[in-house]
């Protein structure tokens, strides 16, 4: 296999140990850059009022202290990281901050993040976190209110023509990815996880125009490489919140496995499922955030029986260790992560009721213990390997 990175794939691994680099550039041109937390705050109306979108994320190899000077301890990690990149002037580009309902660490910390960062713009998303008509008509309300703040802060409205042309390019993005992805279900896959991970962190720090373009250099160079050496034999599929960082994926194809899908963000739960296109653009908005994107935070009300209900939260995972012939998942969730937290247990034995074994592991946000997870994925390995 070539090594990672090289040909066309040379801009994606720029921007992924440079994040940012591409949101400074646009800034120096005049650009305005809105930063946001969690796959739930809608793009695609960011985009419409004519400002860049920026995925705001941590930092594996950076010791959290500023940020524990205004955060609590028992905060989510990967927030707290993030909180404190801005803190150390890593997003010192930003216009802005959106910050939506998701869970409560994200949630509960939004007020922290306005008064702290003091940025002309930020913007509270109250998501729901139920399903049923009501709670879609409230999403609604709230989306239209995010459209005026942004109004205000552009200076001008924000067409319908605009937000369905902004759905039209991110629908556009998303089919690229799963074409990324596609390339995965070879025996042995064209590419590995630890190069889909990185391309998925670097588009989410980039206009989705460049997005587009990038991932398709990046198809077409794989598409023409020669043969990949079968060197490993299982095939993985990772289920947890949010990894942007390589590090955890790269453990696992290190220790012999190949990483072929996952239910994470940036990833399959962020970029698989499309905005429908609707007559009023923010209907198929609101309901692909509310109701198409599956993750913990969102409750779910039980129909049928408990073995229907569990295939309505869960389905997606099982039709995906279908469609790339996973032999075993691995559950990885950050330490304080309660919507995830909550979910093992079900997901666990769900996974396992369909026959794939399923590795358990709690971690922390931080490269200083990532290191004690390779015996434990390792062992796996092996009794993947004998059965």
């Not at 209110?145 to 369905?164: H, P, Y």
């Not at 946000?365 to 390779?374: E, F, K, N, Q, V």
Request: glycine content about 6%; proline content about 5%.
């Amino acid at each position: 296999m070539p090594e990672e990175g090289a040909g066309k794939g040379l801009a994606a691994d720029r921007y992924y140990r440079d994040y940012g680099s591409r949101a400074r550039e646009l800034k120096r041109q005049g650009k305005k850059i809105l930063g946001y937390l969690c796959a739930f705050v809608p793009v695609e109306i960011i985009v419409a009022a004519g400002f860049i979108p920026f995925r705001i994320k941590g930092d594996v190899n950076e010791p959290i202290t500023k940020a524990d000077t205004e955060m609590e301890t028992i905060v989510c990690p990967l927030v707290r990281s993030c909180f404190d990149m801005a803190l150390k002037g890593k997003y010192e580009f930003l216009d802005g901050i959106v910050i939506p309902h998701a869970c409560d660490s994200i949630c509960r910390t939004y007020d922290v993040w306005k008064y702290t960062l003091n940025l002309p713009y930020s913007h509270f998303i109250n998501m729901p976190h139920t399903t049923d008509k009501p709670s879609l008509d409230f999403y609604k309300a709230e989306l239209n209110t995010f459209r005026t703040s942004l109004d205000k802060f552009a200076g001008r409205e924000i067409s319908d023509q605009e937000l369905a042309q902004a759905v039209k390019l991110h629908n556009q993005n998303r089919a690229k990815v799963r074409e990324l992805y596609e390339l995965r279900k070879a025996s042995p896959p064209l590419i590995s996880g630890t190069e889909v991970a990185r391309v998925l962190v670097a588009v989410v720090s980039i206009p989705v125009e460049e997005s587009i373009k990038m991932i398709g250099d990046v198809i077409e160079e794989i598409k023409y490489r020669e043969g990949v050496p079968a060197r490993k034999q299982a095939k993985i599929m990772v289920v947890g919140a949010q990894v942007d960082s390589v590090a955890f994926i790269k453990l696992i194809e290190d220790s012999g496995a190949w990483v072929v899908a996952d239910d994470l963000c940036p990833g399959a739960r962020e970029f698989f499922a499309d905005v429908t296109v609707t007559t009023d653009p923010i209907d198929g908005i609101a309901e692909r955030y509310l109701r198409k994107v599956k993750c913990g935070r969102t409750y779910r009300e039980m129909k049928g029986s408990y073995e229907e209900y569990l295939e309505d939260r869960f389905g997606h995972m099982s039709q995906m260790i279908k469609d790339f012939n996973v032999d075993g998942v691995v559950l990885y969730i950050y330490k304080y992560c309660d919507p995830y937290g909550f979910e093992v247990p079900q997901i666990k034995s769900f996974i396992e009721s369909k026959g794939t074994p399923v590795l358990y592991l709690e971690d922390e946000y931080s490269m200083s213990t990532i290191g004690r997870l390779r015996t434990r994925i390792q062992a796996f390995l092996e009794l993947l390997g004998s059965k």
